[in-house]
């Protein structure tokens, strides 16, 4: 993306830690489970966008399968945070909180255009997540 500098693994960990109070390990699994799912749910385009803004997120998992299809396929954020809690072991409140920890670093890093392209795509709930982070 023009502009803005790549954040790597550790430096998006520990932003999230901060915002969030959970620890920076419970913070870098966190953080990896949210971008992979986020990415899950969106278009293939802003999907590949997410991987090329956070390539230390790219690994052999990334979800860019055969699934993904031109359009975004969001799921509830209830569901979400649920799932995610299932992969991390967090509380679901300490996922609720983190994954708006998560999405207000992605706003910082992304800028409010290529922000407003990811959160456009996904339920309001999302963007509530984000704010109540901020």
Do not use: N
Not at 56 to 65: E, K
């Amino acid at each position: 993306m023009k502009g803005v500098t790549l954040m790597g693994r550790s430096k998006l960990a520990r932003a999230v830690a901060e915002r969030s109070g959970l620890s920076r390990e419970e913070s870098a699994d966190l953080t990896c489970a949210v971008v992979e799912a986020l990415a899950g749910q969106l278009s293939k385009g802003e999907a590949r966008r997410l991987a090329m803004e956070f390539p230390d997120f790219v690994g052999a998992a990334w979800p860019l399968s055969a699934k993904h299809r031109s359009g975004a396929h969001p799921v509830p954020v209830e569901e979400f945070v649920r799932q995610v809690s299932g992969r991390t072991g967090l509380t679901v409140e300490e996922t609720r909180t983190g994954t708006g920890a998560v999405l207000d670093v992605l706003r910082e890093r992304l800028g409010e255009d290529g922000y407003r392209h990811l959160i456009g795509q996904l339920p309001a709930a999302y963007l509530e997540l984000a704010e109540s982070a901020s």
